[in-house]
């Protein structure tokens, strides 16, 4: 029996572009003829959203998952063919203090993931942007880590200190947990700033975390897609964008 491989896709600083590589990724997957779950780790619920999902409506969510210890079966949703969604809402955003005084709380994704894990080819966790116990729960669950970096200078400093609690998480927690790469996002190759940062990045971040070849453009079809309740897939499957997400998908697979 195979199991899933779970990829957290995380940074602590928002806007890099976490959630669109997460629904677009698991879109690429999907055209792979993978079957994919989707997670919600964000209070924000973007994730959900972007499949168009009304979060707000639904109940339960990853809250009660992470919180009160519900079967993720019961919050799965099917959103396409061969993907679903684990969405989330405001309700995950009362989790830290809640759980602040629990035993072991940082492996509560890892057990709500058990039961399901051999249904899918992969799980894709999209984390918050920020290093509390609902992205340490995803990198503990995890057996790769997915770093998106827009390509400004900003972005690079906060996946620095990713790449910190990443380490502190393969010592104490996860082991097995290793980088699968740092993906530049939003990138305009127009600009000199986001070439010298995208240089920059290969430079100082290549010892520490390999940085993709793989870069996906600044466009507004990628913002566009959301909107509509779309993967850049599906909305313009053409799109250099979307073909950097089928890249990206051979690039997991190709990871083994």
């Known amino acids: 029996m195979t199991v899933a491989k779970i990829i957290a896709v995380a940074n602590q600083k928002g806007g890099v572009g976490k959630t669109t590589t997460t629904i677009n990724l698991a879109g690429a997957m999907a055209e792979c003829d993978w079957n994919v779950l989707a997670v919600d780790m964000d209070s924000q619920g973007s994730l959900g959203i972007g499949f168009g999902l009304d979060v707000s409506r639904l109940n339960p969510t990853m809250g009660d998952v992470i919180i009160h210890g519900i079967g993720i079966e019961a919050v799965i949703r099917p959103v396409r063919d061969r993907i679903d969604v684990a969405p989330a809402n405001i309700d995950l955003s009362t989790a830290d203090q809640l759980l602040a005084g629990e035993l072991r709380r940082e492996d509560r994704l890892t057990h709500a993931l058990g039961p399901v894990r051999d249904r899918?080819?992969?799980?894709?966790i999209?984390?918050?942007?920020?290093?509390?116990i609902m992205t340490i729960n995803a990198l503990a669950a995890a057996d790769l880590a997915l770093i998106p970096m827009a390509c400004d200078y900003h972005s690079m400093v906060g996946v620095a200190l990713l790449v910190d609690t990443i380490r502190r998480v393969q010592a104490q927690i996860n082991p097995a947990l290793e980088i699968l790469g740092i993906l530049p996002t939003r990138y305009d190759g127009r600009t000199l700033h986001a070439q010298e940062v995208l240089e920059t990045a290969r430079d100082k971040l290549g010892g520490r975390a390999r940085v993709l070849e793989i870069v996906v453009p600044e466009t507004v079809r990628i913002k566009e897609a959301p909107i509509a309740g779309k993967t850049i897939l599906e909305y313009r499957r053409?799109?250099?964008?979307?073909e950097a997400y089928r890249k990206l998908a051979q690039e997991v697979m190709n990871h083994g």
Request: charged share 10%; aromatic share 12%.
């Open 120 to 124: 899918y080819d992969f799980v894709l």
């Open 238 to 242: 053409s799109s250099a964008a979307a």
């Open 126 to 132: 999209d984390c918050p942007p920020s290093p509390g």
